[in-house]
């Protein structure tokens, strides 16, 4: 059956996503195989333990910034060589007065939905696993490590991520609709982790990510949304590893209800401000700013032909790859232990 001109257009983004998500998937890869090397060069210097420490995770933090930035470019390049537009990320410096009750509300969400992500894999034993075998957690660090600690597992990740999924993923998705590309860049995005105790909550932040995204108009609320999960999840790690029982326990747990009952109320105000308004037809259109519908797409496809042309041979690939991983270790889980 023969492409429309939209249909085209869409299937080209679906087919460069794919062949960027492929690319990141063996950057990925090659970074642990770095890393080993990295490992054993490190061993050969005359380095105190500390600095080749230092060394060796600045050095997978490089490398795992260039794992999603070199994608982007691929996106772009395919995009480009087929002969379409490729949109550029929205990246206004601009900070919304909405930034607080975006990073509470949003850092709420997640953690509801990742105690919900923890519940559904629990009969694999997956918590257990997952922290020991998947991350080798070793304890609450200490000193420079939680500085390394912020560098490579908060601050990374936050511009790395949101660049790939929210600014270029998704901006590339929105002529097709808003709904689609919100949805594309989330699913794409939980996926990636490849891991069963992730997917969940990462699909919830995408999809909020993504809504802010649209919204806000720059992907600065993005990352600062992201950055400061990543380091609430991080200290929260942190705090729980150096903690004892008694009276610092309590003191948590209240911290922790404060916490969701202020991110209840963020998310709440959220809603009525995120949320489309009312067109206001008083003094005309004409210079004014009318939200439009939802559904609404600069270049409208059926929506059987959405998906059908999503399901393209690389994205197959990717899907199947990270499905692949994810039932993988969901199955060593069943045997851990």
Not at 58 to 76: D, E, G, I, T
Not at 136 to 157: D, H, N, T
Not at 180 to 206: D, K
Not at 279 to 289: I, K, L, W, Y
Request: aromatic share 12%.
């Amino acid at each position: 059956m023969p492409y429309s001109a939209n249909e085209a257009y869409y299937r080209r983004v679906m087919v460069s996503t794919g062949l960027a998500l492929l690319v990141f998937l063996l950057l990925l890869n090659l970074t642990g195989l770095a890393q080993s090397g990295a490992g054993v060069l490190l061993g050969l210097l005359s380095l105190s333990p500390v600095a080749a420490d230092i060394c060796y995770q600045l050095f997978y933090a490089v490398c795992y910034l260039l794992s999603f930035m070199l994608p982007v470019a691929v996106l772009r390049w395919s995009i480009r060589r087929a002969g379409y537009r490729y949109l550029p990320m929205k990246t206004e410096l601009r900070l919304t007065p909405l930034l607080f009750p975006i990073v509470l509300g949003g850092i709420v969400l997640i953690w509801a939905q990742s105690y919900l992500n923890s519940a559904l894999v629990s009969i694999f034993d997956y918590a257990s696993f997952s922290a020991e075998v998947i991350w080798q957690s070793s304890g609450a660090p200490e000193g420079y490590r939680i500085v390394l600690e912020f560098i490579v597992m908060c601050l990374v990740p936050a511009i790395c991520e949101e660049f790939l999924f929210r600014g270029a993923i998704l901006t590339n998705c929105l002529p097709f609709g808003r709904i689609n590309a919100i949805l594309i860049s989330a699913l794409l995005f939980s996926l990636m982790h490849q891991n069963a105790g992730q997917i969940l909550y990462a699909f919830a932040a995408g999809v909020f990510l993504g809504v802010v995204y649209e919204r806000t108009g720059s992907i600065w609320a993005c990352f600062f949304l992201h950055l400061m999960n990543n380091f609430a999840s991080t200290m929260q790690s942190v705090l729980g590893s150096a903690a004892g029982n008694g009276l610092s326990g309590v003191a948590a747990m209240a911290l922790e209800a404060a916490l969701c009952v202020g991110g209840v109320l963020c998310l709440a105000y959220l809603v009525l401000r995120l949320a489309p308004g009312r067109p206001d037809f008083r003094e005309g259109v004409f210079g004014r700013s009318v939200p439009a519908s939802d559904a609404w797409a600069a270049c409208p496809i059926p929506a059987r032909r959405t998906v059908r042309l999503f399901l393209n041979f690389p994205m197959t690939l990717f899907l199947s790859l990270c499905v692949l991983q994810i039932a993988t270790l969901l199955l060593l889980s069943l045997s851990y232990g």
